[in-house]
């Protein structure tokens, strides 16, 4: 089962439009089963969760976690992806220092 583990850093007042962007998995090669999990060091953070053209979940406040999602514990999404679907975790950091969004994939491929 492939998986996407991400560490990103956002700066005080900026955005990551894609946490999973550059990975090998970013783009579904065959249909599968996406189950997600994201974390962030400290409040304040908002994630937007997107798989293809479904929007997985609005933009949230992720759990304040200072390691990686626990698995299960924090696999609260999960979507089916056709060929091509693009992964995208989206993160916005409005505070005044920098946060970090933890997040994983687990990727089960369904064909």
């Given at each position: 089962?492939?998986?996407?583990?991400?560490?990103?850093?956002?700066?005080?007042?900026?955005?990551?439009?894609?946490?999973?962007?550059?990975?090998?998995?970013?783009?579904?090669?065959?249909?599968?089963?996406?189950?997600?999990?994201?974390?962030?060091?400290?409040?304040?953070?908002?994630?937007?969760?997107?798989?293809?053209?479904d929007?997985?979940?609005?933009?949230?406040?992720?759990?304040?976690?200072?390691t990686?999602?626990?698995?299960?514990?924090?696999?609260?999404?999960?979507d089916y992806?056709?060929?091509?679907?693009?992964?995208?975790?989206?993160?916005?950091?409005?505070?005044?220092?920098?946060?970090?969004?933890?997040?994983?994939?687990?990727?089960?491929?369904?064909?």
């Amino acid at each position: 089962m492939p998986v996407i583990v991400v560490a990103a850093a956002v700066a005080a007042g900026a955005a990551n439009n894609n946490v999973f962007s550059g990975s090998a998995f970013e783009f579904a090669r065959t249909p599968q089963l996406v189950s997600m999990g994201c974390v962030q060091s400290a409040t304040g953070g908002f994630a937007r969760i997107q798989n293809g053209s479904d929007i997985v979940a609005e933009e949230f406040e992720p759990f304040i976690l200072t390691t990686p999602p626990v698995i299960p514990d924090h696999m609260y999404f999960s979507d089916y992806s056709a060929v091509g679907d693009r992964l995208i975790i989206a993160y916005r950091n409005p505070t005044g220092g920098a946060l970090t969004l933890r997040a994983i994939a687990q990727i089960s491929p369904m064909g």
